[in-house]
């Protein structure tokens, strides 16, 4: 079983930066894509960013292309959301995600969905 445990949410004025990182445990990290989902107030979860698990493959929801950038880094077991030119509608509750299977592409896992969840970190953008 994976344990998933996000850091770096916080409230953030719009066009400023926010980093989101991610630890994990359990199991062997470096064969499982990761990702970021997010969840408004009022909203169902959505994808926004997975990255498979040798860090050469990425796939980004089209609301963050350009903005966000999807990092891991496999000796720490980390994987990172760099979050760029923050809009109001970023606000969410963000959730760092691991791949049901192993060897999954980016892709796949965010078409399929992930197996396993953090707890969420509060993202706040205000205008």
Known sequence: QVQLVESGG???QAGGSLRLSCATSGRAFSTYA???FRQAPGKEREFVA?????GGDTYY????????????DNA???V?????????EDT???YCAAAAKPFS???SMAIKGPGSWGQGTQVTVSS
């Open 10 to 12: 916080g409230l953030v």
């Open 34 to 36: 990761m990702g970021w």
């Open 50 to 54: 997975t990255i498979s698990g040798t």
């Open 61 to 72: 929801a089209d609301s963050v292309k350009g903005r966000f950038a999807i990092s891991r």
């Open 76 to 78: 720490k077991n980390t």
């Open 80 to 88: 990172s959301l760099q979050m760029n030119s923050l809009k109001p």
């Open 92 to 94: 969410a509750v963000y």
């Open 105 to 107: 592409t980016a892709q």
